[in-house]
Nanobody
Framework: QLQASGGGLVQAGGSLRLSCVLS????????MDWYRQAPGKQRELVAT???????DYADSVKGRFTVSKDNAKNTVYLQMNNLKPEDTAVYYC???????????WGQGTLVTVSS
């Protein structure tokens, strides 16, 4: 089970840090992803962190967002800096277990960036 938090309202240029806590399993064996879905748009992959802590980002957020994790706390983070109005979306965390492709989604947290 995944529980995301940390969303809110921020002005353009500001920062937010999202958190996603995994319960009932061990974070270190999962690929952890952050997705977002803006109103009227498809859900898109924003950032990924693998069990070996390799990271990858969508071009639109490279240099502004950083994904990290704390295996001891079973938590993955998304640090979002220099936020833009186009970053406004519901952000979701997703866990995928490479061994059997089991997938779990969190409930989403709303990020609103005002201009």
């Amino acid at each position: 089970q995944l529980q995301a938090s940390g969303g809110g309202l921020v002005q353009a240029g500001g920062s937010l840090r999202l958190s996603c806590v995994l319960s009932g399993s061990i974070l270190s064996i999962f690929d952890m992803d952050w997705y977002r879905q803006a109103p009227g748009k498809q859900r898109e992959l924003v950032a990924t962190i693998t069990p070996s802590s390799r990271t990858d980002y969508a071009d639109s957020v490279k240099g502004r967002f950083t994904v990290s994790k704390d295996n001891a706390k079973n938590t993955v983070y998304l640090q979002m800096n220099n936020l833009k109005p186009e970053d406004t979306a519901v952000y979701y965390c997703r866990a995928e277990r490479p061994s059997d492709f089991f997938i779990s989604w969190g409930q989403g947290t709303l990020v609103t960036v005002s201009s």
